[in-house]
Structures are given as structure tokens and as C-alpha cells.
């Protein structure tokens, strides 16, 4: 099973700063198949990015991915009020298998 | 417009059964493959099991294989759960989610607490 970690746990930061979240597998993705959920309070996840770069419809072009292999790399150019929220990694090379998240709160 | 609707959790004794369904409209059910992922409390998703389009290939995460069945039922678009011999760790939100990979649509999910 390819484990997923993600890392920091929880991000303080502003509206308007840039958000850099990580996550790790214990072996290599095949073919980046790995992807970017977010989720609020009572809600689904959202799919934000797949393939480990593609922006999923509809999700603003301040949402990226980035990385390969082991190494995975979720960005947010500018912090939103509403970007403050859950992130999860999930991988699909292998299985499926989730990451166990990184809160964006609000410092 | 897309829309999964999960029924059938509850409370439920362990050792239990439940019978989860997922009600897809908006898109043809027969063209994807599904996938259900479930939540605990507090804790980020986990992959449960999904399907192909026509129900013949199926997989599952190692802690529920002999006890979940996936299935599906594409003249009815809906998709289903059985979840037997149930435990304590197995409380969580369960959610419906088209894809057998990533999912791009999920169902609002339905609670299921396994206790005495």
C-alpha cells in the first residue's frame, strides 16, 4: 500500500499570501497519477487537480500542481477567503489511497 | 446536472448489516466507473471499493474484503453497498463518487455508526 504524507498539518495564513502544501508517498506514483481534493466543514471533497498538474473544471487558475515520482507539491498563488479549508492528496497509481490532510486556517 | 444521492445508513450493531444506495442522475450511470469512499470522523477519506461500467470487475480496500459487496444496477442507475458483518471502525460517512480513479462528483453521503 503506498502511504501518503502530507505535511505541515495545519497552515496559518493570510488572504492574499501563497499557500505551499506537500505531499509524500512511501514509492513512486506511477504515471503522477495522484490528485488534489479539497474539502469544507460538512461538505464532499472537491477535485481540484489530477494527473498531479491538470486543474479540474471549473477551479480557479490560482489552484496548481506540481511534482513526480515521490514528491507532490499543492499551490495557491493568493489565498481566497473561501480557499481556507481541508486538503487531501490521493494517489491512484496503486490502489487508491488518501493522504490524512492539511487544514489552511486563517492566522 | 450531476447529482448522487446516498441512502440506507443508520445505526447499526456490530456484527450487522446495511445495504447502502447511491441514486445517479444528470449523466449516463452505464459509461463509469464508481467508486464508494468513506470518512470517519475527524480523519480524511479512505477508498472503500468501486466498479466498472458494467459491474464485472469490482475491487476493495484490504479491511473490507469478505465483508462489502459492491454492485450496480444501470437500468435503475443506482449503485449499492452491502456491507455485512460490520465493526466499530467501520462508522463513517459513505459516499457515492463517480470514478473509478479520481472522482470528479460525489454524493453528500450517508452517516453509518456501528455500536451497541
Known amino acids: 500500500e503506498i502511504v501518503l504524507t502530507q505535511s505541515p498539518g495545519t497552515l496559518s495564513l493570510s488572504p492574499g499570501e501563497r499557500a505551499t502544501l506537500s505531499c509524500r508517498a512511501s514509492?513512486?506514483?506511477?504515471?503522477?497519477?495522484l490528485a488534489w481534493y479539497q474539502q469544507k466543514p460538512g461538505q464532499a471533497p472537491r477535485l481540484l487537480i489530477y494527473?498531479?498538474?491538470s486543474r479540474a473544471t471549473g477551479i480557479p487558475d490560482r489552484f496548481s500542481g506540481s511534482g513526480s515520482g515521490t514528491d507532490f507539491t499543492l499551490t495557491i498563488s493568493r489565498l481566497e477567503p473561501e480557499d481556507f479549508a481541508v486538503y487531501y492528496c490521493?494517489?491512484?497509481?496503486?490502489?487508491?489511497?488518501f493522504g490524512q490532510g492539511t487544514k489552511v486556517e486563517i492566522k | 446536472e450531476v447529482q448522487l444521492v446516498e441512502s440506507g445508513g443508520g445505526l447499526v450493531q456490530p456484527g450487522g448489516s446495511l445495504r447502502l444506495s447511491c441514486a445517479a442522475s444528470?449523466?449516463?450511470?452505464?459509461?463509469?466507473?464508481m467508486n464508494w469512499v468513506r470518512q470517519a470522523p475527524g480523519k480524511g477519506p479512505e477508498w472503500v471499493a468501486n466498479?466498472?461500467?458494467?459491474?464485472?470487475?469490482?475491487y476493495y480496500v484490504d479491511s473490507v474484503k469478505g465483508r462489502f459487496t459492491v454492485s450496480r444496477d444501470n437500468t435503475k442507475n443506482s449503485l449499492y453497498l452491502q456491507m455485512n458483518n460490520l465493526r466499530p471502525e467501520d462508522t463513517a460517512v459513505y459516499y457515492c463518487?463517480?470514478?473509478?480513479?479520481?472522482?470528479?462528483?460525489w454524493g453528500q453521503g450517508t452517516l453509518v455508526t456501528v455500536s451497541s
Open positions: 463518487a463517480r470514478g473509478g480513479s479520481y472522482s470528479g462528483y
Open positions: 444528470g449523466f449516463t450511470l452505464s459509461s463509469h466507473w
Open positions: 466498479i466498472n461500467q458494467d459491474g464485472n470487475e469490482k
Open positions: 514509492q513512486s506514483v506511477s504515471s503522477n497519477n
Open positions: 494527473g498531479a498538474s
Open positions: 490521493q494517489q491512484y497509481g496503486s490502489s487508491r489511497t
